[in-house]
Nanobody
Framework: QVQVEESGGGLVQPGDSLRLSCQAS??????MAWFRQAPGKEREFVAA????????YYANRLKGRFIISRNNAANSIALQMNSLKPDDTAVYYC???????????????????WGQGTQVTVSS
């Protein structure tokens, strides 16, 4: 059984930075990713990273402000969020693919394992 756990959310002011971390236990697939869901909206793709090679993928409108990376521990990733805006307020979820998946996608249905989410609130 794979478990995914996020940490690092909180309340910040516009323009601030915040770093989220995620650890998955067990055997996961090709990539891990971050998604987010704002109240009343669909869960949307933020960024993904290939665990072995480190290739990264971003939602176009977040590229340049958000940086996804791998941590030293196996199946551990982070999301550095800079120049945060009120529109970034959401619950941020970490997700991992099954070990049978060998492509990176932005489709949330391709990720089998999810954390419970961590709240990020950007407000003055």
């Amino acid at each position: 059984q794979v478990q995914v756990e996020e940490s690092g959310g909180g309340l910040v002011q516009p323009g601030d930075s915040l770093r989220l971390s995620c650890q998955a236990s067990g055997r996961v697939g090709y990539a891990m990713a971050w998604f987010r869901q704002a109240p009343g909206k669909e869960r949307e793709f933020v960024a993904a990273i290939v665990l072995s090679g480190g290739s990264t993928y971003y939602a176009n409108r977040l590229k340049g402000r958000f940086i996804i990376s791998r941590n030293n521990a196996a199946n551990s990733i982070a999301l550095q969020m800079n120049s945060l805006k009120p529109d970034d307020t959401a619950v941020y979820y970490c997700a991992a693919q099954k070990d049978t998946v060998i492509v990176v996608t932005q489709n949330k249905n391709d990720y089998a394992y999810w954390g419970q989410g961590t709240q990020v609130t950007v407000s003055s």
